[in-house]
């Protein structure tokens, strides 16, 4: 199996920064896309940003210009630095990738445990 463990939520007031980490674990043959999720409460859950093992990446619109992917392939580590954060930046945030656990394993989702993200003054 592949575990994702997450951290780096917390209380934030509005305009401030938070950085979050989620690091993959277990029997990991590769991974290929990397991303968060995150969902709201009475919302449907929402990809924020995700990034491939070359780097390409991809933002929702809403935060684009304040949110920043980034991973390290070594660790397989994938982080989210949330910059002039707001309000409606608040939700349970979810780390996925997606990976395989062998050479032939088809590629298979994973999903973290969530971490909450409070955006409050």
């Known amino acids: 199996q592949v575990q994702l463990v997450e951290s780096g939520g917390g209380l934030v007031q509005p305009g401030g920064s938070l950085r979050l980490s989620c690091a993959a674990a277990?029997?990991?043959?590769?991974?290929?896309?990397m991303g968060w999720y995150r969902q709201a409460p009475g919302k449907e859950r929402e990809l924020v940003a995700a990034i491939t093992s070359g780097d390409s990446t991809n933002y929702a619109d809403s935060v684009k210009g304040r949110f920043t992917i980034s991973r390290d392939n070594a660790k397989n580590t994938v982080y989210l630095q949330m910059n002039s954060l707001k309000p409606e930046d608040t939700a349970v945030y979810y780390c996925n990738c997606n990976a395989r656990r062998w050479l032939t394993d088809p590629p298979r989702h994973y999903w973290g445990q969530g971490t909450q993200v409070t955006v409050s003054s």
């Open positions: 277990g029997s990991i043959f590769s991974i290929n896309v």
